[in-house]
């Protein structure tokens, strides 16, 4: 190993990793990597990507070949915006791996049922059916089982044992046991037949075949692995989620010109125009114009941020109010869109690996299993009987190690216990979710959208003296609903659903920046800013000032009303907790985990929020980067975190958790980016899935260890040469129902929601 120090400044490199079929494979490659001078790398088997740090002029290429010495392949990822994979489901085509994969599984169904039926249905077993199975199990075994066969060559070659090298060494002895048994023992003679007989005898085994246990394990496993990789490859969806949200095409002002350009032809320095609806093309400071810029998405706060002239805005934000001209500041990989997307996929690549358990089991299984095989070889041998008699019983050792219900135990599991999470509004991503909830114990929640409904809603209305709160409500909303304006639209239905249909108001205007004027029912109405109504000499008593000098340090949003010459009222919005939330977060503490929020917006609002629903500790006011370097410092002080948001600034955080969950109701590259989406929006939902994720965790590791129980009980059956085709068969069988069985009791998981 190279005793030479890395460089203090290095070039970050990333390479797409491929043929990795288990974790130990990427702890073998970084392995490898790292023993290169001044190379530092990580492997994250998950993302299929290799981050490696190397000296300022470093040939990637060489990078490469180191991978591909170790017996995988590598290459530079292509620009993120040609990149031809969708991620989206069912579209396998996009990924030629994926595909053959696919293929593979294919193929191995059609060929491997009869041969299953055949030998467990002596009816089925007519005149030549040992060569007819021996026709549709080759093809299974040799072609099918292939990647098993690679890898399990690429462990040997590496000294270490997987899952891969049992089925490969289990699949090859069958294969090859029942070649010898047909071509120079007595089971190729017509009319043999596998009778029902589980006497135990000793044989010869030059009667028996095995074509069902090695074409069988192909199947179930390949299936496994199949769904595993197929849920594997959305992991980079979130990225490409980000990098949609952006504007396509941007209205730019060259030579006092407007003209439409794609945003990626955009120069730093242009002026552009964003009208009411559109999103902004990239960061950039105002111009001209003064509006309201919906900035949820970076922020999380729910009320639009106003801006004017001198403003910095930020690209993907939503102008949601005037017409704005902006001059481009950042553009490509400098905006904040662009950085918040590296974000998401540094916490991704970094994210711990988790070892599957199985190749944690196989890595001291199969060495036990070879070491008990050559011990029954020499057994037999030493003890006088011939050698065919010595290899059978050797080879049924490997025969009956090779665990059918293997392939079967986390996929069976997996598939009843996200059925069942689906019906509740809970979908879980895939296994390695499972592990990361077994040692959750902080859970790290946003508050707009998550805790909170993330809409503004009309909470309390205050009148002056004399003045009747239905006309109030009636006359302001009449006015409001004529506004495109998000707090204008809480208003309008706030008013509708307590006065009823709102009358149409006459000469109605927008104030930029304050509120808005009009007409109705023959009333000169103005409703905005105490500012506005100053400028007609309409003050607001000294009480009505008071309570909406509270309400706004409340974090709440006031708008006043007058009319005829006279402040009349006052009208409060604000974000409002979900009717569950408090539930929910008493139920995470039943569970044993420690709610924290972590929020965008300002420190006054979430402190009542936080004590509206029982929590303790607040961290509010944090941009999105904010919310990584958050979630990285519990984890450094040692507590495993979940994550639960539902907005694109909630992205990175959610990828750097142990365990990211997402509102459905929310962003799309928020879901992309978490571990398990909760369809409904309901916070119990975060507390059921975490209870579902540890139960099904639990379903598997019990499936796990019978599946490798049955194995172990028959092995020395067969280590004294008792083991018959049925008795194989059987245990195969037993072993499997036994996994489906269990698994099937997930069905009667119960919600906590009642």
């Not at 190397?54 to 530079?76: F, H, Q, R, S």
Request: with cysteine; hydrophobic share 50%; net charge negative.
């Amino acid at each position: 190993m190279s005793t030479s120090a890395p460089p203090s400044v290095g070039t970050g490199v990333e390479l797409e990793i491929g043929g990795m079929t288990c974790a130990s494979c990427a702890m073998r490659i970084e392995k490898k990597l790292n023993k290169l001078d001044g190379v530092t790398a990580t492997v994250n088997y998950a993302t299929e990507k290799a981050k490696v740090t190397v000296p300022e002029g470093y040939d990637p290429a060489l990078l490469i070949a180191e991978v591909e010495k170790t017996g995988y392949t590598a290459a530079m990822p292509a620009p993120k915006g040609k990149r031809k994979d969708s991620g989206a489901p069912g579209d396998d085509d996009a990924d030629p791996e994926l595909l053959l994969l696919r293929n593979r599984l294919v193929g191995a169904i059609v060929l491997t049922v009869p041969v299953i039926a055949m030998a467990m249905i002596p009816a089925l077993q007519f005149t030549y059916w040992q060569w007819a199975s021996l026709a549709l199990a080759a093809p299974v075994i040799l072609w099918a089982a292939w990647p098993f066969h690679t890898a399990a060559w690429t462990n040997l070659k590496h000294g270490a044992a997987t899952m891969d090298t049992l089925i490969s060494m289990g699949t090859s002895a069958a294969f090859l046991w029942s070649l010898y048994a047909l071509f120079f023992g007595t089971a190729g003679t017509p009319g043999m037949t596998h009778p029902f007989e589980f006497a135990l005898a000793p044989s010869d085994g030059a009667a028996n075949i095995y074509l069902e246990v090695g074409a069988g394990v192909t199947m179930f496993i390949l299936a496994g692995r199949y769904f595993e990789k197929r849920s594997k490859k959305q992991a980079g969806a979130a990225l490409r989620a980000l990098l949609e949200l952006g504007a396509k095409e941007v209205a730019v002002l060259r030579d006092g010109v407007e003209t439409k350009i794609p945003v990626e032809d955009l120069q730093v320095g242009d002026e552009f125009i964003v009208r009411p609806g559109e999103k902004i093309a990239t960061d950039g400071v105002v111009v001209s114009g003064t509006s309201a810029v919906d900035a949820s998405m970076l922020t999380g706060e729910a009320v639009p941020v106003e801006v004017s002239q001198g403003d910095t805005v930020t690209g993907a934000t939503t102008n949601v109010g005037g017409r704005l001209v902006v001059r481009a500041t950042r553009i490509g990989s400098d905006t904040q869109l662009a950085q918040m997307a590296q974000l998401v996929e540094d916490a991704q690549t970094g994210k711990a690996e988790v070892q599957r358990l199985a190749d944690r089991i196989s890595g001291v299984f199969v060495p036990i299993v070879i070491v008990i095989a050559f011990i029954a070889l020499g057994g037999w041998l030493g003890a006088g009987f011939p050698v065919t008699a010595a290899f059978t019983a050797a080879v049924a050792v490997l025969v009956i190690a090779c665990p059918c219900a293997l392939g079967l135990a986390t996929p069976t599991a997996l598939l009843v216990g996200t059925g069942r999470g689906a019906q509740m509004g809970v979908l879980i991503k895939g296994p390695e979710v499972l592990e990361s909830t077994r040692k959750i114990d902080t859970v790290v929640l946003d508050k707009t959208g998550t805790i909170t409904t993330g809409k503004m809603t009309l909470v309390d209305v205050f009148v002056e003296a004399g003045t009747d709160r239905a006309e109030l409500l009636r006359l302001a909303g009449a006015l409001e609903d004529a506004s495109e304006h998000p707090i204008a639209q809480a208003i309008a239905k706030g008013a509708t659903q307590e006065v009823g249909a709102l009358p149409t108001p006459e000469d109605f205007a927008n104030i930029q920046g304050k509120g808005v004027q009009g007409i109705v029912d023959g009333h000169a109405v103005l409703v905005g800013r105490d500012s506005l109504l100053a400028e007609w000499s309409q003050k607001l008593s000294r009480e009505l000032a008071s309570t909406k000098a509270r309400a706004e340090g409340e974090g709440k949003t006031v708008v006043a009303v007058g009319w005829d010459g006279q402040a009349r009222g006052i009208l409060v919005v604000a974000d409002t907790v979900k009717p569950t939330s408090a539930e929910a977060i008493a139920q995470f503490k039943a569970i044993g985990l420690t709610p924290i929020l972590l929020t965008g917006d300002n420190e006054a609002v979430s402190r009542q929020i936080a004590a509206e629903v029982g929590i303790e500790e607040v961290i509010a006011e944090v941009l999105p980067k904010d919310k990584v370097d958050v979630i990285t410092r519990l984890q450094r002080e040692g507590k495993i975190v979940a994550m639960i948001g539902d907005g694109v600034n909630d992205a990175p955080a959610l990828a750097q958790a142990d365990l990211g969950l997402a509102m459905g109701t929310g962003a799309d590259v928020a879901i992309e980016a978490s571990d398990i989406t909760l369809v409904r929006g309901d916070l119990r939902s975060a507390v059921d899935a975490i209870r579902l994720s540890r139960k099904t965790l639990g379903t598997i590791k019990t499936n796990l260890f019978w599946a490798f129980a049955y194995n172990v009980a028959a092995i020395p059956v067969a280590a004294l040469g008792m083991l018959n085709p049925m008795l194989a068969g059987a245990a195969m069988a037993l072993s499997s129902v036994f996994v489906v069985g269990n698994s099937l009791r997930l069905r009667g998981f119960k919600s906590v929601a009642k």
